[in-house]
């Protein structure tokens, strides 16, 4: 557990990409949209926990903005720590009673039952490493026959570094292959 509890102190909080927003702008050249990401362990909001549950629930809220484009991207990860001392992250569907503007942190009234929630089916399970003082991780999942999912992340003590890619039939249709370089907010 000492893996994923140090894993844990690294990605929750909130993290933005400003700096690198601004970066781009000096440069003439912007090439990712503003983001936020707000991450939080929820397990206090699950009801029917085993006693005995080793791991750890994580909403995480991302929020992009680019130009007229606003988006709102929640998810719900379970993270828990193998046998080798690895932190693998697990993708659960959003329960389907609650929207995905009321799938954040803070919402109070926010509570999900354990017995209810189910795995994501697209989404590969992604196992993180230590390596150089972070945690490097990378997932390919097969949404479709002809669309992939590629995820690569870096998690480091104030710093979170987000490639998501979507293909279809091998080209690029969404994301960036350089990362969104979120930084913790102090």
């Known amino acids: 557990m000492k893996n994923l509890k140090l894993f844990l102190k690294y990605l929750c909080g909130e993290f933005n990409n400003n700096k690198q927003v601004e970066?781009?702008?000096?440069?003439?050249?912007?090439?990712?949209?503003?983001?936020?990401h707000i991450n939080n362990i929820c397990n206090h909001k699950i009801k029917n926990l085993p006693e005995d549950f080793n791991g750890f629930f994580v909403i995480e809220e991302s929020y992009y903005e680019q130009g007229n484009f606003k988006n709102i991207l929640p998810h719900l990860f379970l993270f828990t720590e193998n046998s080798e001392g690895k932190v693998v992250l697990t993708s659960y569907d959003l329960?389907?009673?609650?929207?995905?503007?009321?799938?954040?942190?803070?919402?109070?009234?926010?509570?999900?039952?354990?017995?209810?929630?189910?795995?994501?089916?697209?989404?590969?399970?992604?196992?993180?490493?230590?390596?150089?003082?972070?945690?490097?991780g990378k997932s390919v999942s097969h949404f479709t026959p002809e669309t992939t999912f590629i995820l690569n992340e870096r998690t480091e003590e104030k710093t979170l570094y987000v490639s998501e890619i979507f293909k279809k039939n091998d080209k690029i249709t969404f994301g960036f292959e350089e990362p969104i370089i979120y930084n913790k907010v102090e």
């Open 23 to 36: 970066a781009e702008e000096k440069e003439g050249k912007v090439i990712h949209p503003k983001a936020k």
């Open 95 to 136: 329960p389907k009673n609650i929207s995905k503007e009321d799938f954040r942190n803070n919402n109070e009234s926010l509570f999900m039952d354990y017995n209810e929630l189910k795995i994501s089916e697209k989404f590969n399970p992604m196992t993180y490493e230590f390596i150089n003082n972070g945690f490097e």
